[in-house]
């Protein structure tokens, strides 16, 4: 077979999920098992996979759709514990008291609230909670899913304190070998990520300049009244002001500080700024936008979790009370992930899985104390004492977050399997290089010298399939280096193409989708969200792909390992 067609054959579970998702508004519940037959299938029949390397694949899978499960079940709770304590009726009233306009509110609580909590806890957490926090404050949930899935894309990069970079990079690119390169060349490893990293946060600035702007259009134009884009430019002045109150501490961050704190810092100062701007009416319009009232919404817009927050408020909370769960949340992720003692101790309490079925590289572990779920979990107990609220609550907040949990396990159950098993498939009878591997190296020898701009695609399409920077990260980072040596340009560049597209990718990240709809009671509509996230998606890689252009034809691009 032609290098053309294993490369058909490697993405057409890619592509049947998309085209049935996207194009026949097929639920997933319906489209992902019948895609993971279908890899499955590819997998044994053409790439020549062993069955017990399929079965272990599908294990890994599971292991860490239980992860996955896991956050989301500690999102759910939270939001229903805040609830049926009172706690969501005081924060919507906070959010209207600051400004009763969405778009204002769809900037602070998406963009620099997710920002932080991105930064802080990575791996899909921001859609987690920011979405069902949206949903509380009033927005269709069907909006809110697609505002979540929106902001994984700027702050994604240094996501989880920093993960994508410092685990996904450096574990997917031969450290040893370009190391002994860098010495050669009288540089060193240190100096080398420095420039990645420094190159990612420029170019995720730039991209990011739009994002809020993004989030507000998208808002007026698919969840207006009038459906109308001009509608949400009047407030473009304050969205751009938005972008860079988070973007300049950002990029600051990244070149003096590190890969760490990036995202925490820019959401955590940002947020500080825009607010105060917002209550001082800085650049904000005259005009105020809100939703339609929500007797003319289209009844897919709301979720099975969005009814009835305001009636069961019984007790009002004060406003910092309130709010206590998310800054403790906040506050109890930064620390775990950056004060090793207290992260280790979490972290003692792990489920490990090596070499399922005895298959090298395939593992898994699970650490239900040191996950994102498990703090949630922690901070609803914690939000349980601190607002006094019955236990009957809680309990009722538990069983409503566990129904919800139900049809979001069925559908990343195949999944994320399926994933684990294109991944997984380099190891074969056929001597080929692993699905996704194949259609990169593709797509890399038809374009040739124009591939820069093309790069960040191929760290989407990555993520598209994996959920994660980290993982496109970890697969694509030495076959991106690989390709920027052959073409001898920057290979620092192009690794930080590869995490800018593998970031944006998260946008339209298929089990991403799922998990933040499971979060607001939306699971069966992921193609209606995909149709929207696809748009940012695209425009995020075209630019980044131009930017690349430019800093290797016009900028001229400078790399530790060639010799200037």
């Known amino acids: ?131 069902p926090l949206m949903v509380a404050v009033g927005f269709p949930a069907m909006a809110a899913v697609v505002f979540g899935m929106m902001i994984q894309s700027t702050p994604v990069s240094f996501g989880a304190v920093g993960t994508p970079l410092i685990v996904g990079v450096q574990t997917g690119v031969d450290q040893e070998a ?63 002001f938005a972008a860079f109150a988070m973007t300049i501490p950002y990029v600051l961050a990244a070149v003096f500080l590190g890969a760490e704190f990036p995202s925490i810092l820019g959401g955590m100062v940002g947020l500080g700024i825009v607010t105060l701007a917002a209550r001082a009416g800085f650049l904000i319009p005259r005009d105020t936008w809100d939703f339609a009232p929500k007797a003319e919404w289209p009844k897919d817009w709301f979720g099975k979790i969005d009814a009835g927050l305001d009636e069961l408020a019984t007790r009002k909370i004060p406003l910092l009370l309130a709010w206590a769960p998310y800054i403790l949340l906040a506050l109890i992720l930064v620390l775990t992930r950056v004060f090793t003692p207290l992260g280790d101790a979490l972290k003692s309490v792990t489920y490990v899985a090596p070499q399922i079925l005895g298959e090298d590289g395939i593992s898994g572990d699970f650490a239900p104390l040191f996950s994102p779920g498990g703090l949630l979990v922690i901070v609803c107990l914690i939000a349980l004492l601190l607002h006094r609220m019955p236990f009957s609550g809680f309990v009722k907040a538990a069983r409503e977050s566990t129904t919800t949990l139900i049809g979001a396990g069925f559908v990343l159950m195949f999944t994320v399997p399926m994933v684990r098993v294109m991944i997984n498939s380099g190891v074969n009878a056929s001597d080929l290089d692993s699905m996704p591997i194949l259609v990169a190296e593709w797509v890399s020898t038809q374009v040739g010298g124009i591939y ?98 430019v800093g290797y034809y016009v900028v001229g691009a400078a790399d530790p390992l060639i010799p200037q």
């Not at 010495?183 to 809020?212: D, K, M, R």
């Open 1 to 131: 077979m032609s290098i053309g067609f294993l490369a058909f054959l490697a993405f057409l579970p890619i592509l049947a999920a998309g085209v049935l998702l996207v194009g026949f508004r097929f639920p997933a519940r319906i489209v992902m098992p019948f895609t993971y037959v279908m890899a499955v299938v590819i997998a044994l029949v053409v790439w020549g996979v062993s069955p017990n390397r399929v079965i272990a694949s599908t294990l890994q899978g599971l292991l860490q759709t239980a992860g996955l499960l896991w956050i989301i079940f500690g999102a759910i709770l939270l939001l229903n514990t805040l609830k049926h304590s009172g706690a969501i009726s005081t924060i919507r009233s906070g959010f209207t008291s600051i400004s009763s306009d969405r778009r204002v509110q769809v900037i602070l609580i998406a963009w620099l609230f997710g920002s932080f909590i991105e930064g802080a806890s990575g791996f899909g957490t921001p859609a987690a909670v920011a979405a």
């Open 178 to 240: 370009v190391a002994a390169q860098l010495t050669a060349a009288g540089s060193n490893w240190e100096t080398y990520f420095q420039i990645i990293t420094s190159e990612v946060a420029i170019l995720h600035a730039i991209c990011g300049t739009l994002i809020p702007l993004f989030l507000v259009l998208v808002m007026t134009r698919f969840f207006g009244k009038n459906k109308s884009w001009s509608e949400g430019l009047s407030i473009a002045p304050f969205a751009i």
């Open 452 to 549: 820069p701009f093309f790069a960040p695609s191929i760290g989407a399409l990555g993520a598209f399939l994996a959920g994660s920077n980290t993982v496109s990260n970890v697969m694509l980072s030495q076959f991106q280096f690989s390709v920027a040596q052959g073409l001898g340009l920057s290979s620092a560049l192009m690794i930080a193409a590869q995490s800018v597209g593998a970031a944006a990718g998260n946008m339209i990240a298929i089990h991403n989708v799922v998990a933040a709809a499971a979060t607001v009671g939306l699971l069966g509509r992921e193609g209606a969200t995909l149709r929207i996230t696809i748009l940012p998606t695209l425009y995020y890689l075209v630019l980044a792909g131009t930017l690349v252009m």
